[in-house]
C-alpha cells in the first residue's frame, strides 16, 4: 500500500513539472507539421504570455500582438477587435 501511495505522489509530482519547458515538433492528424517551441507553466494571468501584446518572445525575437480579449487577466478583456467605420482613429483624428 505505501508503494502505491508513493508513486502516485510521484506520478503527481511528475505530471506537475512536466507542463514547462521545451515541447517537441509533432505532425497533427491533418498532417501539418508543429514546430517545437518553450512552453511556461500554466498560471491565471495571460500578460506574461511571450504572444501577449508589446511583449517580447527572448527565444525568438518575436513580439506579441495577441490582445486576449476572451481572458479577464487581460487589460484589453471586452473589447472589440473591429471598429466602426464612424469612429475617431487611435491617434484621435
Known sequence: MRKAIGLVLVAMFICSV????QVRGYTRSDGTYVNSYQRSDPNPT??????????VNPY???VG?????NS???AYYGTSSTRSSSSKSWDGN
Open 18 to 21: 512536466a507542463y514547462a519547458g
Open 65 to 69: 500582438t495577441n490582445y486576449n480579449r
Open 60 to 62: 525568438t525575437g518575436a
Open 46 to 55: 495571460v500578460t506574461d504570455n511571450y504572444g501577449y501584446k508589446g511583449n
Open 72 to 74: 479577464p487577466s487581460s
